[in-house]
T-cell receptor
Framework: GNSVTQMEGPVTLSEEAFLTINCTYT??????LFWYVQYPGEGLQLLLK?????DKGSNKGFEATYRKETTSFHLEKGSVQVSDSAVYFC???????????FGTGTSLTVIP | GAVVSQHPSRVICKSGTSVKIECRSL??????MFWYRQFPKKSLMLMAT?????????EQGVEKDKFLINHASLTLSTLTVTSAHPEDSSFYIC?????????????FGQGTRLTVV
């Protein structure tokens, strides 16, 4: 079946530190991969996505590369800010029916 | 981008009562919407797929009679938690998909925090 395994948190970093949140997936077919962010008290917002192998999604300084060989889609940012504090969800979609499969979410806290 | 509005954002209800949550696609039509439930420290779990004009498709383990879904129009789906109990307290979130030139993207509502007392 389809599933997403995501690095558990919580993660606490100092401002300007490097961030990596690991995400691996299992899928029957060729999924699209996503990272969603949930700020406190809000719904999910799309952060970035990649629709095929070797694609790199990027947004707001965050990046993730679709690695088919390792079935991974790790999220990275070179220098985090306090405003990046949120919960990050890795997800996949098979594009048929548009159903999403989510990881457990990783809570990130960035301290000044 | 496309907007999905979910209402209410928070609701507290007494045990045994019913609560209705609305999910609206504000600037596009959605033939399919999805309802998820988020457990503390766990992922969002798909509850059901809401199809406009037909019955919802429920995931295994989700009680159809407890979680009533109605998708009466192309812009509105509702989730009614019937005879709510404290264990139904959770964060419920809906999504609607929109096909674009870059593929299909899902847009999520703000979520509803339900507390049953």
């Amino acid at each position: 079946g389809n599933s997403v395994t995501q690095m558990e948190g919580p993660v606490t970093l100092s401002e300007e530190a490097f961030l990596t949140i690991n995400c691996t997936y299992t899928a029957t077919g060729y999924p699209s991969l996503f990272w969603y962010v949930q700020y406190p008290g809000e719904g999910l917002q799309l952060l970035l996505k990649a629709t095929k192998a070797d694609d790199k999604g990027s947004n707001k300084g965050f990046e993730a590369t679709y690695r088919k060989e390792t079935t991974s889609f790790h999220l990275e940012k070179g220098s985090v800010q306090v405003s990046d504090s949120a919960v990050y969800f890795c997800a996949l979609s098979m594009n048929t029916g548009n159903q999403f499969y989510f990881g457990t979410g990783t809570s990130l806290t960035v301290i000044p | 981008g496309a907007v999905v509005s979910q209402h209410p954002s928070r609701v507290i209800c007494k045990s045994g009562t019913s609560v209705k949550i609305e999910c609206r696609s504000l600037d596009f039509q959605a033939t399919t919407m999805f309802w998820y439930r988020q457990f503390p420290k766990k992922s969002l779990m798909l509850m059901a797929t809401s199809n406009e004009g037909s019955k919802a498709t429920y995931e295994q383990g989700v009680e159809k009679d407890k979680f009533l879904i109605n998708h009466a129009s192309l812009t509105l789906s509702t989730l009614t938690v019937t005879s709510a109990h404290p264990e139904d307290s959770s964060f419920y979130i809906c999504s609607a998909s929109l096909a674009g030139w870059e593929g299909t993207e899902a847009f999520f509502g703000q979520g509803t925090r339900l507390t049953v007392v």
